[in-house]
């Protein structure tokens, strides 16, 4: 069955870098687009960033862009997310999501928490 | 960026009775290709997103179908024909007509039992 575990979270100071990871299976991973989301404790859900089978198209929002990178392996079946210049409200559960118009499994996210 | 406006936030129901979630678009969700990007997304306590409903109105793979999506332009509906006690959680209208420069969620509608 399709499977995605997210890792690397954990708590930073502000400024810092985190890199997570989302290991898939279940499925063929270089056959499908891939998504991460974020979601502030509490709060609603925001996408984040997109990337496309073989990585030649990415999209970012504003929020992250330029702070973010999104990038995968497809020989390793992993999606990554490299987080540079945290701040407070980057403070939030990762999720990262198969597909990218419509993300039909989702991990059960890593939380990351940016504080001094 | 298109705005989502769910209503309403928080929708407490009787078991066994319907529930009913409206979700407005600032924009027309059609896209170019024809289709209509709207998905809504279940978040049950505790839990990640799991999607329900994708294009308006198609039921994703073992989602019951008590769950039934409507609406077409700017106005979305999902309903839950009976509530059961695990469709307790909150749930998301979703647009992915922007795809892929970016994707907008409504705030969310907390399903809860009466």
């Known amino acids: 069955q399709v499977q995605l575990v997210e890792s690397g979270g954990g708590l930073v100071k502000p400024g810092g870098s985190l890199r997570l990871s989302c290991a898939a299976s279940?499925?063929?991973?270089?056959?499908?687009?891939m998504t991460w989301f974020r979601q502030a404790p509490g709060k609603g859900l925001e996408w984040i960033s997109y990337?496309?089978?073989?990585?030649?198209?990415?999209y970012y929002a504003d929020s992250v862009k330029g702070r973010f990178t999104i990038s995968r392996d497809n020989a390793k079946n992993s999606l990554y997310l490299q987080m540079n210049s945290l701040r407070a409200d980057d403070t939030a559960v990762y999720y990262c999501?198969?597909?990218?118009?419509?993300?039909?499994?989702w991990g059960q996210g890593t939380l990351v928490t940016v504080s001094s | 960026d298109i705005v989502m406006t769910q209503t309403p936030l928080s929708s407490p129901v009787t078991l066994g009775q319907p529930a009913s979630i409206s979700c407005r678009s600032s924009?027309?969700?059609?896209?170019?290709?024809?289709?209509?990007?709207l998905s809504w997304l279940q978040q049950r306590p505790g839990q990640p997103p799991r999607l329900l409903i994708y294009k308006i109105s198609n039921r994703f793979s073992g989602v019951p179908d008590r769950f039934s999506g409507s609406g077409a332009g700017t106005d979305f509906t999902l309903k839950i024909s009976r509530v059961e006690a695990e469709d307790v959680g909150v749930y998301y209208c979703?647009?992915?007509?922007?795809?892929?420069?970016?994707?907008?969620f409504g705030r969310g509608t907390k399903v809860e039992i009466k």
């Open positions: 990337i496309s089978t073989t990585g030649t198209s990415i």
């Open positions: 279940g499925f063929s991973f270089s056959d499908y687009f």
């Open positions: 979703m647009q992915a007509t922007q795809f892929p420069q970016g994707m907008t």
């Open positions: 924009q027309s969700l059609v896209h170019s290709d024809g289709n209509t990007y």
């Open positions: 999501a198969r597909g990218g118009r419509n993300c039909d499994f």
